[in-house]
């Protein structure tokens, strides 16, 4: 919901056509972001800091922390999910 259904983009930013792939281009700070939720850089930027556009900063700390909500491995399937259909890296990457 957040992302929108397809990851467009709505109140979270857009993770398709290579958005999520420019923010984190590194697998693991891609995981580490889901399990820890965007509050701990609230008012700060994030993500790679050679990004395309510019970082991204947190505004509200909204994206909630999934770390204690989904297994390890439902974190590492959504991260794929996020970055293989939506961002549309290359599977295996």
Partial sequence: GCHAANG????GPQLTDGEVIKTFPNREDHIAWVESGSAPFTGKPYGAADREGGQRVAETGGMPA????????????????EREVLGGAAAGE
């Avoid at 467009?8 to 109140?11: A, D, E, I, S």
């Avoid at 999934?66 to 297994?71: I, N, Q, W």
């Fill in 66 to 81: 999934f770390s204690g909500k989904l297994t390890a491995e439902e974190i590492d399937m959504v991260v794929t999910y």
């Fill in 8 to 11: 467009g983009g709505g109140t």
